[in-house]
């Protein structure tokens, strides 16, 4: 029992240290960089010809984002707010708070990325499980052979060829945005279809990408099961092949694979980054880039730390609850 | 001092010769040596100048003069494809060589010495294994305006440390408790010593896993990054060219010959550098049959 509690204080001081470590670093990097952001936006208010009074607001702006502060209180009223669940104003988009941008684009990458990842979780994991069970016939190993092939080509390549067949040559689908201009979102057929029809390529970018992933740790896994000793037992004993695949072989392999399920689906909080950038989609992975480029500091806490906090989340209960799951791993002490 | 090289080299050949019998291995190995030797000689016999903004006529579809045609803003693309995949190669070899050293380097001496010192580098490892190194790249790349293919390779490096110390570790600590160790620790031999002489020999095969690994990490997450119009400002690689590309709209242009010459190369890469994986992988670890 003392090992158990070992354990799990251990994964939680790392949980917390984690956080606490990556939120320091995301106070930190921006403010390396020279020119503060409200500098950069008086910047552009100038080239735009405003002159009069915009030194002053830009003043007004910094004492109220708490910016003309040393940079020790600034840090220590981060982490506080942290606690708090507080991730205060967008600087570039003003009045609105980072929770209400994040809020906007949360839907988007959840619809596109729970999906598909849920599709190419199952297809992967019924594919490979069916290709590991059958490894010597020449179909299986063809399969593996060109999935190896396809997993080998990155994810944005594989956007960029699927935009040129799709969007360019076939023209059947759009190569960017979440939806047609001129459509107002709301809970309209009209709207819905839109919307499948725009995230179908970035939806297949991420399917083909992932898919290979499952289907070869999936049937690496079977085969590998199916040399043991309990399977070849089974068969000795004469039960039935479908029986011995399901309840021995497929069994013994989900495990691993579901613990890979839970890890893809924290990732959704950080967004497809380089998809959703390439296909110009407005969700998570969009929303960061943009609150890097333009030096945000309050949107770049704000979003990159709630995908580092789902993902260690999600890191933390699969160290936690693995153990329970799977008899034969034990908590480990030290 | 030529004692140790000796008997280093001695170790260090067997896992040569397996290698180089490895038919997977040879066939990535030579097959990604053949585009590298192949951008080099061409790198030396095409005039640079050519890769310069101007330096001939914009958007040329492929012919005799220019094989790969030319881009929007007038540069040899057969130009461009020889410096991108050197310079690539040169992100990959440096982000490689310094992940994988420093990251052997923690594991040793993490799992090595053990105690506090292992205590506080193991968190470290794992906090930076934890951390999503792709998001923290896009920040620090987008603010810090990376300009020259040595920074990105840096950067890169940076986080590309801790999955060597990690793997490293994890043999040291089941390796340092074989009699050989004991025997040498009896004999009078140090800590440094120990780990050069008797342990290192033994993870030599790891580490050069991890270092191809490494650099095909560091070459993919520098074409991501570069797509982002992240990438080093003042040298082309092959994902600048992508960038370069996509931001000017070549495929709606139809300027095939302008963005599918670097995925081609690109895929290409990760194609060679997988096998040569697979077949580090065969030789480590015998039973793991991954074709």
């Known amino acids: 029992m003392g090992s158990t509690l070992r354990y799990i204080v251990g994964r939680l001081a790392l949980y917390v240290l984690t956080i606490y470590v990556s939120a320091t670093l995301i106070f930190i990097i921006p403010r390396l960089v020279p020119g503060d952001p409200l500098t950069i936006y008086y910047d552009q208010l100038r080239e735009a010809g405003a002159i009069r009074g915009t030194a002053e607001m830009i003043d007004e702006y910094r004492k109220m984002f708490g910016l003309d502060k040393d940079i020790l209180t600034q840090y220590f009223s981060f982490l506080y707010q942290l606690i708090r669940g507080e991730l205060g104003y967008s600087i570039t988009q003003f009045p609105t708070k980072v929770s209400d941008l994040i809020m906007r684009a949360l839907p988007w990458s959840i619809g596109l990325l729970s999906v598909t990842t849920i599709i190419s979780w199952l297809l992967g994991t019924l594919i490979g499980a069916i290709a590991g069970w059958f490894r010597e016939s020449k179909a299986s190993q063809i399969l593996a052979t060109s999935a190896?092939?396809?997993?080998?080509?990155?994810?944005?390549?594989?956007?960029?060829?699927?935009?040129?067949?799709?969007?360019?040559?076939?023209?059947?689908?759009?190569?960017?945005?979440?939806?047609?201009?001129?459509?107002?979102?709301?809970?309209?057929?009209?709207?819905?279809?839109?919307?499948?029809?725009?995230?179908?390529?970035?939806?297949?970018?991420?399917?083909?990408?992932?898919?290979?992933?499952?289907?070869?740790?999936?049937?690496?896994?079977?085969?590998?099961?199916?040399?043991?000793?309990?399977?070849?037992?089974?068969?000795?004993?004469?039960?039935?092949?479908?029986?011995?695949?399901?309840?021995?072989?497929?069994?013994?392999?989900?495990?691993?694979?579901?613990?890979?399920?839970?890890?893809?689906?924290?990732?959704?909080?950080?967004?497809?980054?380089?998809?959703?950038?390439?296909?110009?989609?407005?969700?998570?992975?969009?929303?960061?880039?943009?609150?890097?480029?333009?030096?945000?500091?309050?949107?770049?806490?704000?979003?990159?730390?709630?995908?580092?906090?789902?993902?260690?989340?999600?890191?933390?209960?699969?160290?936690?609850?693995?153990?329970?799951?799977?008899?034969?791993?034990?908590?480990?002490?030290? | 001092m030529s004692f140790i090289t000796i008997k280093k080299l001695k170790f260090i050949e067997p896992s040569i010769k397996k290698a180089f019998k490895n038919r997977i291995f040879l066939t990535g190995f030579s097959l990604y040596m053949i585009l590298v030797i192949a951008c080099i000689i061409g790198s030396m016999i095409t005039p640079r100048s050519l890769t310069i903004v101007g330096a001939v006529e914009p958007m040329l579809p492929p012919s005799n003069k220019h094989p790969l045609g030319t881009d929007i803003l007038g540069r040899d693309i057969l130009a461009q494809l020889y410096i991108s995949t050197i310079n690539s190669s040169k992100i990959g070899l440096i982000a490689a060589l310094i992940g994988t050293f420093v990251g052997s380097f923690?594991?040793?001496?993490?799992?090595?010495?053990?105690?506090?010192?292992?205590?506080?580098?193991?968190?470290?490892?794992?906090?930076?294994?934890?951390?999503?190194?792709?998001?923290?790249l896009v920040l620090i790349s987008a603010l810090v305006r990376v300009v020259t293919i040595e920074m990105m390779a840096l950067l890169i490096a940076a986080f590309s440390w801790p999955w060597p110390a990690r793997q490293v570790r994890a043999q040291v600590l089941s390796l340092k408790e074989r009699e050989f160790v004991y025997l040498a620790k009896l004999s009078g031999e140090g800590g440094p010593e120990i780990i050069i002489r008797e342990l290192m020999p033994h993870l030599i095969p790891w580490m050069i896993a991890n270092f191809v690994n490494a650099y095909l990490v560091a070459i993919l997450t520098e074409a991501g990054l570069s797509i982002l119009g992240l990438g080093p400002q003042m040298d082309i690689t092959l994902g600048i060219m992508l960038w370069w590309a996509l931001s000017h709209a070549a495929i709606f242009r139809g300027l095939w010959w302008w963005w599918t010459p670097p995925i081609i190369l690109l895929i290409y890469s990760f194609f060679t550098l997988y096998l040569i994986q697979i077949g580090l992988t065969e030789i480590i670890n015998p039973r793991a049959k991954v074709m």
Request: glycine share 8%.
């Open chain 1, 148 to 334: 190896l092939f396809l997993s080998t080509i990155p994810y944005y390549i594989l956007a960029i060829i699927l935009i040129f067949v799709f969007a360019y040559t076939l023209r059947l689908f759009p190569a960017s945005g979440g939806h047609s201009p001129g459509i107002t979102p709301g809970l309209s057929f009209t709207f819905i279809q839109n919307v499948l029809w725009h995230s179908f390529l970035p939806a297949l970018s991420i399917l083909l990408s992932s898919l290979t992933w499952w289907l070869l740790s999936m049937r690496a896994m079977i085969s590998t099961i199916k040399g043991e000793d309990f399977v070849i037992m089974a068969e000795a004993k004469g039960l039935q092949r479908s029986k011995i695949m399901w309840s021995y072989a497929i069994r013994n392999a989900i495990l691993p694979q579901a613990t890979g399920l839970a890890l893809s689906m924290s990732r959704i909080f950080a967004g497809a980054l380089i998809t959703e950038v390439i296909f110009g989609y407005p969700g998570l992975g969009t929303l960061i880039v943009t609150a890097i480029r333009s030096v945000d500091y309050f949107l770049i806490q704000g979003t990159v730390l709630l995908s580092i906090v789902a993902v260690a989340t999600a890191n933390l209960f699969i160290e936690l609850l693995y153990p329970l799951i799977d008899p034969r791993i034990r908590y480990r002490g030290s």
């Open chain 2, 106 to 136: 923690i594991g040793f001496v993490s799992g090595y010495y053990g105690k506090s010192l292992d205590f506080s580098l193991r968190i470290l490892i794992d906090v930076f294994l934890s951390v999503p190194s792709l998001l923290f």
